[in-house]
Structures are given as C-alpha cells and as structure tokens.
C-alpha cells in the first residue's frame, strides 16, 4: 500500500476519526483516509441507519451480516463506516442516504459527490 493522501477533510480542515468501534476506513485506522490503491474511495464517514442497511443489502453490499472470519461483527443503526462515495451518491439518488459526519468525511469524496449533497445529509453538531 502506498502512503495516505492528505488527511483533510471536506471543510478544509484536519480530518477527525470517523469510528473506532466499529474499527472502520481502508487502512482500518478509524479514518476515512485514502490511497491510490482505495478503488472504492472509502472516504465518507456515514451515520448508519436501518433503511440504510437494507438498501446497501439490496444492491449487494451486506454491512449487517457478522463476518467473523473478516472480524467484522456487522453494522447496526448508529454505527459510523466510512462508505464508498459512489454507494453514498447512488443512495442519495435513491433517496435513502445516510447521515453524513462532514468533518470525518475526506476531502476526496468531492471528485464524486458534491459539497452541497454532503451538506445536506450533515450530521455534525
């Protein structure tokens, strides 16, 4: 793996941790940091929701299911997971998007998904 791109993230601003418990992010540092070998750009730090989790199942990525042997104990309601950006935009095109923590969100995550999308799904205090 090469070495992290900057971690800023969509506000200007150093990129905070996104989630620890669930470990998450391509690197599984609990960033939603990214690398030319982060195909996905894992880089959008999402509020988990049940209709969220459903949709993602439905369109063939199952986040709730335990994986033990990827020691993933599954996602539930609540949980942060930095998300692909594209999967983030198909959801919000289909009108179920999470939540979105814009200061745990990398700043990559604009070559897919614009500001004003992030901003309105804005979860931060």
Not at 3 to 32: Q, W, Y
Not at 37 to 62: I, P, Q, W
Not at 92 to 102: D, F, M, S, T
Request: charge should be neutral; include cysteine; glycine fraction near 8%.
């Amino acid at each position: 793996m090469t070495m992290k791109d900057d971690s800023i993230n969509v506000l200007g601003t150093p990129l905070e941790p996104c989630s620890t418990a669930p470990l998450t992010g391509f690197f599984r540092d609990g960033h939603c940091n990214t690398c030319a070998e982060d195909r996905g750009s894992h880089t959008v730090c999402a509020v988990m929701t049940a209709e969220f989790l459903a949709y993602s199942k439905y369109v063939g990525n199952d986040l709730s299911t335990p994986r033990p042997e990827f020691r993933f104990a599954g996602l539930k309601p609540g949980d942060r997971w930095c998300l692909c950006a594209a999967r983030f935009m198909q959801a919000h095109e289909e009108g179920c998007a999470p939540r979105v923590r814009l200061a745990a969100t990398h700043a990559r995550a604009l070559d897919i998904v614009p500001l004003a999308v992030l901003r309105s799904h804005g979860a931060d205090a």
